[in-house]
């Protein structure tokens, strides 16, 4: 699985969301203006609120996570202590479809994996 493209250019993306932000237009019309889901609006709008502007930058590398955040993350979600958004948001998670595997690689296996994990041969 490659790393996902982030659409329009990366001054489409900060304007959209900031005018978001300044509530000057709906998630929806920024939606429908950038030709994406609204979802992809809300995903901008988180990495901007974690990682600033350079956060709709598009990515050359995948970030690795901690295996302490990743159990951390997982347990808060699993003792509902919020949403995949707001948990990606309070741990700094760039994507909610990366806490979202966590939680099925712990709910199938009891735990995480770590970032460290050497590969057999």
């Not at 590398?61 to 919020?82: F, I």
């Amino acid at each position: 699985m490659g790393i996902p493209k982030l659409r329009g250019t990366y001054q489409q993306r900060i304007e959209l969301v900031e005018k978001y932000l300044r509530n000057e237009i709906s998630l929806n019309a920024a939606a429908k203006e950038a030709h994406v889901h609204y979802r992809s609006i809300k995903h901008w709008v988180t990495l901007y609120e974690n990682e600033g502007p350079e956060g709709l930058r598009n990515k050359k590398k995948l970030r690795r996570y901690p295996r302490e955040l990743k159990l951390q993350a997982t347990e808060d979600y699993l003792d509902g202590q919020g949403s995949l958004e707001s948990i990606t948001k309070k741990y700094g998670i760039r994507s909610p479809q990366s806490l979202r595997e966590w939680v099925k690689t712990y709910n199938t296996y009891g735990g995480v994996r770590s970032v460290n994990r050497t590969r057999k041969k």
